[in-house]
């Protein structure tokens, strides 16, 4: 039976490159996707786009293109298939995004690849026609958030992407889509599943889902040591989903890879973000997970079986990026003798100025941090080492209750906590008004003169703060369409 091989290449934004192009130079792939959006960060790169109209796509899509675009020319001189792109890195400018990867193409030698874009997801403009709608985190009206709102973005499903790989698209840029829907839409186009064959469609969700997240299925997030051990995780793979025809998916490494893929590993990340199993809503199909077995194949090697779907609810999940006040900070640190409780006594102080302004403030927070930064005390991971390995055999004596070895220990650790030479004070508070927002940075920089004594190394910042509110609205108030890197034209999805 035919199968088909995709390549997890990122789990958020800011991943790691070299996994990925691991898997492009040995996981012989035919896909690779790369997921790069969270709900916050289509907002903020709808902040972006606002700003500057050429931007708003991810900050990484360029550097991730000048590693990927040399290995796809190896490919296409070895003349093998080179390995397909897909990718959500378009975020708020899918087209502006296209362009700099076309130009990045023709400059590399690569003025054959066939770009696309998928847009339509942005529905900013149709906004105040869901007023009426409810916020899914708080149960008011979607017009209670007014003139505060800043982007709108349908999760739209895998229909675009299956209309750009008809039309030879090698890699394909997307906007807000549905994290499955990057795998979901290359199932589809290789396989010749239709869009209402719903078990197999929820099949292909579920291969999506353990991709998605990148290292996560190969252990990143379920190591928690002395639980769950992962071996080498300083050198976590990314996964590889092998795909047969009837949706069966294997999920692996490449072998010199870090990290694992075991059934704990895959079961864990199944049920990540997942309300209800047996009815997990995407744009494309309502999956259920209620029936899924593990299998382990190889080492680093466990099938999925099982799954399935029935048919959407009929509505896209819309993300609402609006702006949500300010959070202003300050920091300052304190060393030598009773560091603490100048620290201490410093927050009062704090606490004390800005008591007058307490109807503006939402949230405060005070915090005494840091231990070992100010004094140093040692040759960086040498002397971390060192630390744990102190810390490990104090525990050790615990564990084996030798009296008098766990009294020294007890003894080193309190000695340890007295001595302690230095900390930080962090206080951060949340206003709608930014004047508010500022006023903590500016106290805690006026510490420095008017005490506690032995302040320094005070910082203030402050910044706006982009929440986010879901709704659904009705998927035929959606328009999706294919950009093609040749012409730049949109061509709408029918």
Same mark, same amino acid.
């Given at each position: ?225 002395? !639980?769950?051990?992962?071996? #080498?995780?300083?050198?976590? $793979?990314?996964?590889?989903? *092998?795909?047969?025809? @009837?949706?069966? /998916? ?30 997990? !809503?995407?744009?494309?199909? #309502?999956?259920?997970?209620? $029936?899924?077995?593990?299998? *382990?194949?190889?080492? @680093?090697?466990? /099938? ?18 609006y702006r949500d006040g300010f959070i202003g900070e300050g920091e300052i640190s304190y060393g030598g003798s009773g560091c603490c409780e100048r620290a201490k006594l410093a927050g009062e102080i704090i606490r004390h100025r800005l008591t007058p302004y307490a109807k503006e403030i939402q949230e405060c927070r005070i915090d005494i941090i840091g231990v070992n930064s100010l004094y140093g005390g040692g040759e960086g991971l040498a002397d971390v080492e060192s630390v744990v390995d102190n810390a490990s055999d104090n525990m050790l004596a615990r564990d084996v209750k030798d009296a008098e070895t766990a009294k020294e220990a007890d003894s080193f650790t309190m000695c340890g906590a007295e001595a302690v030479g230095e900390c930080r004070l962090r206080v951060a508070i949340r206003s709608n008004q930014r004047c508010i927002a500022r006023l903590v940075g500016d106290e805690v920089e006026a510490l420095y003169t ?45």
């Amino acid at each position: 039976m035919r199968s088909i091989r995709i390549g997890g290449g990122a789990g958020y934004g800011g991943d790691r490159i070299e996994p990925a192009l691991d898997l492009i130079r040995h996981g012989a792939l035919d896909y690779i996707i790369f997921e790069c959006l969270a709900e916050r960060t289509i907002a903020l790169a709808q902040q972006q786009k606002m700003r500057d109209p050429e931007k708003g796509y991810n900050e990484f899509l360029k550097y991730r293109m000048e590693r990927i675009l040399p290995l796809l020319k190896e490919q296409q001189k070895a003349g093998q298939p080179i390995v397909k792109i897909v990718t959500n890195m378009g975020a708020a400018n899918p087209v502006s995004a296209l362009r700099m990867v076309k130009s990045m193409a023709e400059k590399e030698g690569l003025s054959q690849l066939k770009i696309s874009a998928v847009t339509g997801d942005n529905v900013m403009g149709a906004v105040d026609t869901y007023g009426d709608h409810i916020v899914l985190e708080t149960g008011q009206l979607l017009r209670s958030l007014e003139d505060r709102i800043i982007s709108a973005n349908a999760y739209i499903g895998a229909e675009g992407i299956v209309r750009a790989l008809k039309q030879g698209a090698d890699i394909i840029i997307t906007g807000r889509v549905a994290d499955p829907a990057l795998t979901l839409g290359p199932l589809i186009y290789e396989f010749g599943w239709s869009m209402t064959d719903y078990h197999q469609l929820g099949r292909g969700t579920v291969a999506g889902h353990l991709l998605e997240c990148g290292a996560q299925v190969c252990g990143g997030y379920f190591a928690d040591p002395p !639980y769950k051990e992962v071996p #080498t995780l300083w050198n976590v $793979g990314f996964p590889i989903a *092998e795909i047969r025809e @009837d949706g069966k /998916a294997k999920i692996s490494k490449l072998p010199q890879a870090g990290g694992m893929v075991t059934k704990d590993t895959v079961a864990e990340q199944l049920i990540y973000e997942i309300h209800d199993p047996s009815r997990y !809503y995407t744009p494309d199909v #309502t999956a259920d997970f209620s $029936g899924i077995w593990l299998e *382990e194949e190889d080492k @680093d090697c466990i /099938a999925v079986c099982g799954a399935s779907g029935i048919k959407h609810n009929g509505q896209y999940k819309v993300s609402v990026g609006y702006r949500d006040g300010f959070i202003g900070e300050g920091e300052i640190s304190y060393g030598g003798s009773g560091c603490c409780e100048r620290a201490k006594l410093a927050g009062e102080i704090i606490r004390h100025r800005l008591t007058p302004y307490a109807k503006e403030i939402q949230e405060c927070r005070i915090d005494i941090i840091g231990v070992n930064s100010l004094y140093g005390g040692g040759e960086g991971l040498a002397d971390v080492e060192s630390v744990v390995d102190n810390a490990s055999d104090n525990m050790l004596a615990r564990d084996v209750k030798d009296a008098e070895t766990a009294k020294e220990a007890d003894s080193f650790t309190m000695c340890g906590a007295e001595a302690v030479g230095e900390c930080r004070l962090r206080v951060a508070i949340r206003s709608n008004q930014r004047c508010i927002a500022r006023l903590v940075g500016d106290e805690v920089e006026a510490l420095y003169t008017n005490g506690p004594a032995g302040g320094g190394g005070a910082r203030k910042y402050i910044r706006e703060i982009v929440s986010v509110a879901s709704i659904f609205i009705p998927k035929d108030g959606v328009n999706i369409r294919v950009v093609s890197g040749d012409d730049v034209r949109e061509e709408e999805c029918r």
